[in-house]
């Protein structure tokens, strides 16, 4: 299938090594210093494109964690919009570590994740010079992004902004009965630079 250029350019905007070095050192009482890895797998090839993604404190990075799949899929013919669905693996220790050891993700198949229905965002695209862009994401109307991880029920509210250098993440756990933000990006984004570029097969 051939994929649009805005697909590709989303693809390669967050496929790499992240880091938060420069908020972590300047707010940190507020933001963790954090290494994220979102790693091109070769899933959904038919009409996508799919990252693994993990992170981890960097004076922990033997000890990763959130791992899932980000697919990137293009609409129908007529709709040239991208959405963004989040999958979560089976069994995420047994990918544990595969943002720094890729070859974790070789065996991995379709059958190993679980969907997570609720959990998927519209793309809006701007563009900042040819062939540069901004990526900003929306969740769908009307949707909620809940599932149950080690017997606990959890809700997130999911958000990004891409562009070719950094990556701004707006996730935030949320309290089930509170409706509060529990843990992520309570204060505003995580704004993490790409320190390697990952990419897309």
Request: charged share 20%.
């Amino acid at each position: 299938m051939n994929f649009s250029p805005q697909l590709i350019a989303l693809g390669e905007y967050l496929a790499g090594e992240f880091d938060n070095r420069e908020q972590a050192i300047g707010e940190p009482v507020w933001y963790v210093h954090l290494r994220m890895w979102q790693r091109p797998v070769n899933l959904f090839t038919e009409d996508s494109i799919t990252l693994f993604a993990e992170q981890a404190n960097v004076i922990n990075l033997d000890q990763p964690y959130r791992q899932r799949i980000i697919r990137l899929r293009q609409g129908s013919n007529s709709d040239t919009s991208v959405k963004v669905q989040y999958y979560m693996p089976q069994d995420p220790s047994a990918l544990k570590g595969a943002g720094h050891n890729p070859a974790l993700l070789n065996t991995l198949t379709p059958e190993q994740l679980d969907l997570l229905p609720g959990c998927i965002l519209t793309v809006n695209q701007e563009t900042l010079a040819p062939d540069r862009y901004k990526f900003t994401t929306t969740p769908l109307p009307e949707t909620r992004c809940s599932f149950t991880y080690l017997g606990n029920s959890v809700n997130v509210s999911l958000g990004f902004e891409a562009t070719v250098a950094e990556f701004h993440s707006y996730d935030k756990g949320i309290d089930p009965t509170t409706g509060k933000a529990t843990w992520g990006a309570i204060m505003g984004p995580y704004r993490y630079t790409k320190r390697n570029q990952y990419f897309i097969r």
